[in-house]
């Protein structure tokens, strides 16, 4: 499979040297949408025409792709066809099989680009995996994999010095930390918060008074309140969450993993084994920074307590997904057991 980088794609869409397919999937969508956007528009032009450039999207006809990819283009060099998010979980064996006949056909003129720029097959992931491999033996497939915390960093400050702000490496790990690592959700904040901060310079103040703390980076806080033993805290944490509707079963998911991360970051500790060992062993990439967040918050409780946290998430688990409980009234019961087990452990 000619698997392609980042470059090599750059670099054939400034040449106009067109793989006859294209496969550009992977975790940056924002990668995915914009490379995605950049090559149909040195195939097709800025303003493509219907007889020479055709999209489907979702769920698609596969005699109208066929009929699309053998289109002979008079007014224009290329006859270009994408197919965007296609469902690949909702196809059957033979819709699979004539799709690898269609990507590897070779007609003059045409090329197929294939996107995935807001959804991945979950159920049948095989099936898109095929589909890769069948494209790739004519084609460039291209991945757009996770970056890690440095980089997104360095993007975190070239957005802000786009808008005329300054922002230092703290603070940009800093509002990473509350948004999460998406980068379009990402660049949303840097743009809105350089708009409304008053100084050349985007200051934690700015950072907490403007950005919108995702899900994970609030049920942290939350983490953070039970270990540290601020019981007032962490209930209103929970309450905020509940009140936003947040999935009882999310929660305890995220909750569980930041345990997990202080766990793992306290026995490594013991071993003698540093942080960047951990992220690597665990494939944490850009997420690195939760082990140091959940590392400092579960400094003050003993190793036993943790072991016996988790043995509570556990539990709590299995009793949210096996017998019809209260959700509210469950998830308060855990906080309680967290900050009692916490106050226990305290060292």
């Known amino acids: 499979m000619p ?54 999207k979702g769920e698609i006809d596969l005699d109208e792709l066929a009929a699309a990819i053998r289109v002979v283009p008079f007014m224009s060099e ?19 099989k004539l799709l690898k006949e269609i990507c590897a056909v070779r007609s003059d003129g045409t090329v197929l680009v294939i996107s995935m720029p807001s959804n991945m097959p979950e159920r049948r992931r095989s099936a898109f995996d095929s589909i890769v491999r069948a494209a790739g033996k004519s084609g460039s497939v291209c991945e757009f994999k996770k970056q890690d915390q440095n980089t997104i960093e360095r993007y975190v400050a070239k957005w802000a010095n786009q808008n005329g702000k300054l922002i230092s490496r703290v603070n940009a790990a800093k509002l990473i930390s509350y948004v999460g690592t998406d980068l379009t959700r990402l ?15 985007i200051t934690i103040e700015d950072i907490n008074k403007l950005a919108t703390v995702n899900v994970e980076s609030r049920v942290y806080d939350l983490s953070d309140a039970v270990l540290g033993g601020n019981g007032d805290r962490a209930f209103r944490v929970l309450d905020s969450l509940l009140y936003r509707k947040e999935e009882p079963i999310m929660l305890l998911y995220v909750l569980s993993s930041a345990y997990i991360d202080a766990y793992r970051m306290r026995v490594a500790s013991e071993c003698g084994i540093d942080e960047k060992t951990v992220a690597a062993d665990f494939d944490y990439k850009n997420r690195s920074f939760a082990l140091k967040r959940a590392s400092r918050a579960a400094s003050r409780i003993s190793t036993d307590a943790l072991r016996k946290s988790i043995d509570i998430l556990t539990e709590a688990d299995l009793s ?15 906080i309680a057991r967290l900050l009692i087990t916490a106050q226990e452990g305290r060292r």
């Open 3 to 56: 698997l392609i980088t980042e470059a090599d794609l750059k670099l054939q869409i400034k040449e106009k040297r067109f793989s006859p397919v294209y496969v550009i999937f992977g975790e940056e969508q924002m990668y995915v949408k914009n490379y995605t956007e950049k090559l149909i528009e040195a195939i097709a032009g800025k303003n493509p025409s219907d007889f020479y450039f055709h999209v489907f």
């Open 320 to 334: 949210l997904k096996s017998v019809r409980v209260n959700p509210r009234l469950h998830m308060e019961q855990l």
């Open 78 to 96: 290329y006859n270009c066809v994408l197919l965007e998010d296609v469902f690949f979980d909702m196809m059957t064996e033979s819709d699979l």
């Open 187 to 201: 660049k949303n904040e840097v743009d809105k918060i350089s708009a409304y901060s008053k100084g050349e310079e």
